[in-house]
């Protein structure tokens, strides 16, 4: 079993950066792959960066590649999601999830619950 907890969303201006966390328990987080993700009001939840549980290998979106950045650090069972040049499209809820495989689809074995970020034009 693992749980999940996010952290570090809020409101920023567009041009401005955020890093979100992803806090797991459980002694075999480094065993899974992490995802974010992200659902605006109104719109369905779509896939934004994802990790192996080595750390090696990581896979984004293409509306964020070059803006965002995923890392892990497994001593200390956390995942980040590092956001810089946000749009006002970025405004979302972000929530992470961990599964088996690193994958873009929501086929993740866990979840947390999300975090918001507000971005102002």
């Known amino acids: 079993q693992v749980q999940l907890v996010e952290s570090g969303g809020g409101l920023v201006q567009a041009g401005g950066s955020l890093r979100l966390s992803c806090a797991a328990s459980?002694?075999?987080?480094?065993?899974?792959?992490m995802g974010w993700f992200r659902q605006a009001p109104g719109k369905e939840r779509e896939f934004v960066a994802a990790?192996?549980?080595?750390?090696?290998?990581?896979i984004y979106a293409d509306s964020v590649k070059g803006r965002f950045t995923i890392s892990r650090d497994n001593a200390k069972n956390t995942v980040y999601l590092q956001m810089n040049s946000l749009k006002p499209e970025d405004t979302a809820v972000y929530s992470c999830?961990?599964?088996?495989?690193?994958?873009?689809?929501?086929?993740?074995?866990?979840w947390g619950q999300g975090t918001p970020v507000t971005v102002s034009s």
């Open positions: 990790i192996d549980w080595p750390g090696g290998v990581t």
């Open positions: 999830a961990a599964g088996r495989y690193i994958r873009r689809t929501p086929a993740y074995d866990y």
């Open positions: 459980g002694r075999t987080f480094s065993r899974y792959a």
